[in-house]
């Protein structure tokens, strides 16, 4: 069932965005299937993102992302997308404030960092999106699929957790046990002040110590982290009403995303100059903020995309010709391609994951079909997406095998031939489309 799906989809995906687009749609398509899931023992799926032999909470749910336009269709790929829910769910349940975790507990990974690690562990560098991507996935297959089985104790475990750690980190410097040092890094791998990270006044945000790019958050609270938690909080305060009937964990969920979403317009929205009023990328609650964007998501670009606000919403245009922009100090210009990079890779270099959250964002037709264009023309003849690339010489490029970036280009691809059945809107959409 899954073969035929997939292949009926390459077929639609060929008629209507011609035969370039539809060999690197199947190969990105089939690359995640194929390379980076293992099924374990105990009936959970564990996904690797590429060429680290660890699962990140972030990457492995949003690798998933175009396989839900089909599991409505095709029971199959619902029932991996669960296999793989439960394993994310059982280790925020382990760790919530870990990113990244091991098939086992071997101990694998960065061992000397200093912080409280379980042999679980992979990484522990806590980042909010980290807790937001498995639990909007959970809401996300209930609604494609009407599906509940997954939405059982250890969702509900992991939910509390979740919010319990977003209401801490609202207070970091009293409440917040949380301390991250690594010693054989670069700068950006380490939090600053013995661990603690930065210095941030509590003003209702949610604290984070690292960036959905891994590297340190340098205000301490990250808005599109925080946007992020919103629609989080959302999506649990729904599930909690309309499938468990659990009224205090709906209530604590909704006061909490309302509480982070409030202090997002009071706090996070900044007077930019050249492009007026913005969000910031980050801030530290006492009145700093920094004026960027990163290719990761969550992103400033991608807050339509995560389900925040719509595409034409007035602040996030704004915001959108900012981080567009050489005021951007992640954007990048080259000859073969124009888009977002991020201080984790070279510098100058732009991210196939920004360019496909970039048209997937877009409400211009051209727009759209450039993207799509510098997409298939920059990925080195490999017929696969990667982290980074030169967009003055597309052949230089990081990470030969990075699922993530395939995703994005899948689900832009979707999206453009008309098979995008499923996308998240403000307030979250109806469920069972």
């Known amino acids: 069932m899954v073969e035929e799906s997939l292949a009926t989809t390459v077929r639609t995906v060929r008629e209507r965005l011609g035969d370039r687009v539809a060999t690197v749609f199947e190969a990105c398509m089939r690359n995640t299937l194929d390379t980076t899931l293992t099924e374990l023992e105990d009936g959970t799926a564990f996904m690797v993102t590429g060429d680290i032999p660890a699962m990140w909470l972030r990457d492995s749910a949003a690798q998933l992302t175009p396989y839900l336009q089909l599991a409505g269709q095709v029971p ?35 061992a000397t960092d200093e912080t409280e690690l379980s042999p679980w562990v992979w990484e522990r560098k806590y980042e909010v999106d980290s807790l937001c991507y498995p639990l909007v996935l959970a809401y996300d297959l209930w609604a494609v699929t009407a599906r509940t089985d997954h ?73 599109p982290g925080n946007a992020f938690a919103v629609v989080a909080c959302r999506a649990v305060a729904r599930i909690a009403d309309e499938v468990l009937g659990d009224r205090e964990l709906a209530r604590d969920a909704r006061a909490l995303g309302e509480e982070i979403d409030a202090a997002i317009r009071e706090h996070g929205v900044v007077d930019s100059g050249v492009d007026g009023r913005v969000l910031a990328y980050e801030v530290d609650g006492s009145g700093s ?83 799509l264009r510098m997409l298939v023309t920059t990925d080195a003849g490999t017929d696969l997406m990667h982290e980074s690339f030169d967009p003055d010489d597309p052949s230089r490029y990081t990470r030969a095998w990075f699922s993530w970036a395939n995703a994005m280009f899948c689900e832009l691809a979707l999206d453009m031939a ?16």
């Open 76 to 110: 199959a790929l619902s029932d991996t997308i669960v296999r793989v829910l439960r394993r994310q769910l059982a280790c925020i349940e382990i760790d919530p404030y870990a990113n990244a975790f091991n098939r086992e507990p071997d101990g694998s990974g960065h």
């Open 151 to 223: 939405l059982d104790g250890t969702f509900v475990r992991a939910a509390r957790a979740a919010l319990e750690v977003w209401r801490v980190e609202q207070d970091h410097e009293r409440r917040s046990p949380y301390r991250f040092q690594r010693f054989d890094g670069a700068p950006s791998d380490t939090l600053a002040r013995e661990g603690r990270g930065a210095l941030t006044e509590p003003v209702g945000l949610t604290w984070s110590g690292f960036r959905p790019s891994d590297d340190a958050v340098e205000l301490g609270f990250n808005i």
């Open 289 to 371: 903020f920094l004026l960027m964007d990163d290719a990761n998501a969550p992103s400033l670009l991608s807050l339509p995309w995560i389900g925040w606000c719509a595409p034409d919403d007035p602040l996030y245009l704004a915001t959108r010709g900012l981080v567009l922009s050489p005021r951007n100090p992640c954007y990048a210009v080259g000859e073969h391609a124009a888009g977002i990079g991020s201080p984790h890779t070279p510098p100058g270099w732009v991210w196939h994951i920004a360019l496909a959250i970039q048209g997937l964002t877009s409400t211009d037709d051209g727009e759209r079909a450039e993207v």
């Open 418 to 433: 008309g098979l995008r059945r499923y996308r998240r809107t403000v307030g979250l959409p109806e469920v069972h489309p």
